[in-house]
């Protein structure tokens, strides 16, 4: 509106100078130029204002457009890259809004040293200031949102680390008792047998003064180890075989191979080595 009025002025000026004399129409002529000053002057301020008003919004803009991503971000599962998304536009937001402030300030400055006044020019900043402020609560509370996300997933972590170290104690522990259990069963059926003259079996104190270990000092490396389970046939490579061990009968037949050498074939593992683990040949 004053724009106007001082164009109004300025072309009146420029009519009634037809009328006047040389001097008259070059004091008219300095009040055109310097009307003309204030209107270019006017002019900048005003576009400078304006410049600084289209770029808090174009800010407001690109911060609703971060907080957007955010969300979505937010609602996808998680993952390495989605939370550096969320990182980096959480930290474009937040040097966005400084900046934003930090322009309202200087449009705030600008309008109070400008010749340029008016309320709606003060009321559009308001505005602005009342855009700002709102994005700042929904940041502050996004900013809560993802806090308590972060520990949620924090103690889950803590937990899923806590369930593996379980397991993993627990698949130690499994095998520790697996290896444990395949050794004592191994050793459940582990026996030895030993075939030798009486002089042999006398050397190594398995045969003492006609009695069959009676003593437990005998030499156990003489024996050999058999699997209950699987070896049910020994031969003695002899004609002459005596059992000296006690064995349950009916558990095993003591017969002889083509060449008329004596061997053992046990029929009922468990009951011939339940009595003794040991067992006791005398060959000739």
């Known amino acids: 509106m004053k724009k106007t009025l001082l164009l109004f002025v300025a072309c009146t000026l420029a009519l009634s100078a037809c009328n006047m004399t040389g001097g008259q129409q070059e004091a008219v002529q300095q009040e055109r130029d310097s009307l003309q ?12 204002i304006l410049g600084t008003f289209n770029e808090v919004q174009e800010g407001i803009r690109r911060i ?11 609602g996808s599962p998680e993952s390495a890259s989605t939370r550096e998304v969320v990182r980096e536009n959480m930290q474009f937001i937040q040097q966005a809004m400084q900046q934003n402030r930090e322009l309202i300030a200087q449009l705030q400055e600008k309008i109070k040293n400008s010749s340029i006044k008016g309320t709606k020019m003060q009321k559009t900043i308001e505005n602005l200031q009342a855009q700002i402020d709102a994005q700042a ?3 502050q509370e996004l900013e809560a949102s993802l806090a308590e996300k972060d520990a949620l997933i924090e103690a889950q972590g803590d937990a899923i680390a806590g369930l593996s170290n379980n397991v993993a104690a ?24 030993v075939f030798g003259t009486k002089s042999e079996l006398k050397e190594q104190k398995i045969l003492t003064k006609g009695d069959v270990l009676k003593n437990g000092d005998f030499n156990k490396d003489y024996f050999t180890k058999v ?18 061990s006690t064995h349950p009968a009916g558990s095993y ?32």
């Open 253 to 284: 037949q003591l017969t002889k191979d083509k060449q008329g050498q004596y061997e053992l074939h046990i029929t009922d593992p468990q009951k011939f080595w339940s009595v003794s683990k040991y067992l006791v040949v005398l060959v000739k």
């Open 137 to 139: 609560a929904r940041i």
């Open 37 to 48: 000053r204030i209107i270019n002057e006017k002019d900048m301020e005003l576009d400078d």
């Open 170 to 193: 627990l698949t130690e522990e499994n095998r520790a008792n697996k290896d444990k259990m395949q050794q004592q069963d191994k050793e459940l059926n582990t026996a030895w047998f």
């Open 227 to 244: 699997d209950i389970r699987y070896d049910k046939d020994l031969k003695f490579y002899s004609k002459s075989a005596q059992l000296l």
């Open 64 to 74: 609703n457009e971060a907080e957007g991503r955010v969300t979505i971000a937010d």
